[in-house]
T-cell receptor, first 115, second 116 residues
């Protein structure tokens, strides 16, 4: 299965600023996924990133707040813009397996605290 | 839509105790089922999976059986260790998103704390 390197692992940011999270995969993958995991909660899908096209956002998430780049088949970034304390969460990137039965591989996560 | 319901935690056990974490699901199709584990400060790792009814997934002493009649996928381990302390997520994969990918649906997670 793929290996994902995600960074930064954690950050403390001032409200109103932006943070860009990077994920590098050791193999070429078609789809990459970005999740948010709020304290004590499950994972919520933010968007799906396909190389060469605009990301597809889930209900409740918009491109202006969470712009995503996918310049090639091994790399993606998620930016959390104009941050507020409510954005304090763990953010995870993920890649899918070969089919729905294969399972998903996750990055180690970025723990964001907005003060 | 699809959903996954897990028992609420934390589950607190002594070392060598028997573990059960309940998971039930609703799905419109015929999903694959997964358990993921998240150790402190780390991302999620796939623990085990099952892709059809009556399949048993197993890994590191953990087991779960795909029960279609009860729409359940309970996680069990006969003798837990302190190192098993983590958050466990039940998930299903059935919803197809854009581009033909399958998007998993996760439960809320169950925290397991094992004391020496």
């Amino acid at each position: 299965s793929a290996v994902i390197s995600q960074k930064p692992s954690r950050d403390i940011c001032q409200r109103g600023t932006s943070l860009t999270i990077q994920c590098q995969v050791d193999s070429q993958v078609t789809m990459m996924f970005w999740y948010r995991q709020q304290p004590g909660q499950s994972l919520t899908l933010i968007a799906t990133a396909n190389q060469g096209s605009e990301a597809t956002y889930e209900s409740g998430f918009v491109i202006d707040k969470f712009p995503i780049s996918r310049p090639n088949l091994t790399f993606s970034t998620l930016t959390v813009s104009n941050m507020s304390p409510e954005d304090s969460s763990i953010y995870l990137c993920s890649v899918e397996g070969e089919s729905k039965s294969y399972g998903y591989t996750f990055g180690s996560g970025t723990r964001l605290t907005v003060v | 839509g699809d959903s996954v319901t897990q028992m609420e935690g934390p589950v607190t056990l002594s070392e060598e105790a028997f573990l059960t974490i309940n998971c039930t699901y609703t799905a419109t199709g015929y999903p694959s089922l997964f358990w993921y584990v998240q150790y402190p400060g780390e991302g999620l790792q796939l623990l085990l999976k099952a892709t059809k009814a009556d399949d048993k997934g197993s890994n590191k002493g953990f087991e779960a059986t795909y029960r279609k009649e009860t729409t359940s996928f309970h996680l069990e381990k006969g003798s837990v260790q302190v190192s098993d302390s983590a958050v466990y997520f039940c998930a299903l994969s059935d919803r197809q998103g854009s581009g033909g990918s399958y998007i998993p649906t996760f439960g809320r997670g169950t925290s397991l704390i094992v004391h020496p």
